[in-house]
């Protein structure tokens, strides 16, 4: 059974002492609970509605100025406007321990919430991890904060905005003085001129970090394809390995002396040969990671699908029944996750 409640917690005790390790919460006042413990993570998500002024969000705010245990913060499905951005982002600035993972998706942020985090990424050192997803941040906003991405970070994910043609070269720029190993830039609007006019900046030479490149759901074709498949080639060739990935619509055209070949000189046999799925050899966290990323809303189950040890094989097996045994009762979910799955079989990523 799933756990329902509005409040969860998970602790290791340590020479006697109770350590909160992960801590969600539903609402506003469960999450003000949870700063006054030990807890190092806090996950709030489809909380209620607040304004800015309203006792509760101020409560809220002041608790974690003050809380010097949180270090991964997470805000999920809630609407959020600029007064409550920036009481947020002043809050965060003026805690006395500073967050090395932050997550704040679905919150209705646009470029001016975007443009208000970028003020909190200028401040910090140690932020390791960043996730802004479905937050309709466009080239403006992403362009801030582009400017003022901490070198400490590692992944990065803007998954699920309106980034384009400016605001994907100056994130790609600013990517080159940081160790930004993993960037998620999925269900955007990079297009093949936008990405032929970064090529240059993403090139080995100017990435040191960069392992991981996401961009499944943009509006590529497969000449951008060909392009990612050369840049690859280059990775390759100073043998590094970069992760790429393009819309699972798109076929994969060959490489061929680190370009990609013309689909007119493709084996006879390559488009007949079915490969075998990258996420069949997916671990658990893979899976979890991935469950994550298909919306907001399935977070819920992510943690399931860890606690009944779904890796990539047996991910590609699961069933609608499988689903139900699972404790995901709601049937378009299970619609939607099957449907994903379906999709795994088509994916093509460069390892």
Request: hydrophobic share 45%; with cysteine; charged share 25%.
């Amino acid at each position: 059974m799933w756990w329902r409640g509005v409040l969860v917690m998970s602790c290791l005790v340590v020479g006697g002492v109770v350590a909160w390790s992960d801590c969600e919460a539903r609402t506003w006042e469960a999450a003000q609970r949870i700063l006054a413990t030990r807890c190092n993570e806090l996950e709030l998500k489809r909380a209620a509605p607040v304004s800015a002024d309203s006792e509760t969000f101020i409560s809220f705010v002041a608790a974690l100025r003050a809380n010097a245990g949180v270090r991964k913060l997470e805000l999920n499905d809630i609407p959020f406007d600029e007064a409550m951005t920036e009481a947020l982002i002043e809050a965060l600035v003026d805690r006395p321990t500073d967050l090395y993972s932050l997550e704040l998706t679905n919150l209705q942020l646009g470029d001016e919430g975007a443009d208000i985090v970028a003020s909190f990424l200028a401040k910090t050192s140690a932020l390791r991890a960043l996730n802004l997803g479905h937050n309709a941040i466009g080239d403006v906003g992403v362009t801030a904060l582009a400017a003022a991405l901490p070198t400490s970070l590692h992944e990065l994910d803007l998954s699920w905005n309106a980034i384009a043609a400016s605001g994907f070269e100056a994130l790609i720029e600013a990517l080159s003085s940081t160790t930004v190993r993993e960037l998620e830039l999925d269900h955007n609007a990079v297009t093949d001129e936008a990405l032929q006019k970064a090529l240059p900046i993403l090139a080995p030479t100017h990435q040191p970090y960069l392992r991981e490149l996401d961009l499944d759901e943009n509006p590529l074709t497969a000449t951008g394809v060909a392009q990612l498949q050369a840049l690859v080639a280059q990775y390759s060739a100073q043998r590094r390995k970069l992760k790429v990935k393009w819309p699972r619509s798109l076929p994969s055209p060959s490489i061929r002396d680190g370009k990609a070949a013309h689909p007119a000189t493709r084996a006879p046999f390559a488009s007949s040969v079915r490969r075998k799925p990258a996420a069949a050899s997916w671990t658990e966290d893979q899976v979890k990671s991935w469950v994550e990323r298909i919306h907001p809303q399935f977070r819920l189950y992510a943690k399931g699908f860890l606690s009944h040890a779904i890796d990539g094989s047996v991910l590609l097996a699961l069933t609608d029944q499988d689903l139900i045994d699972m404790g995901i009762d709601n049937s378009l979910h299970r619609k939607r996750i099957l449907s994903e799955i379906a999709k795994l079989s088509n994916v093509d990523e460069l390892r």
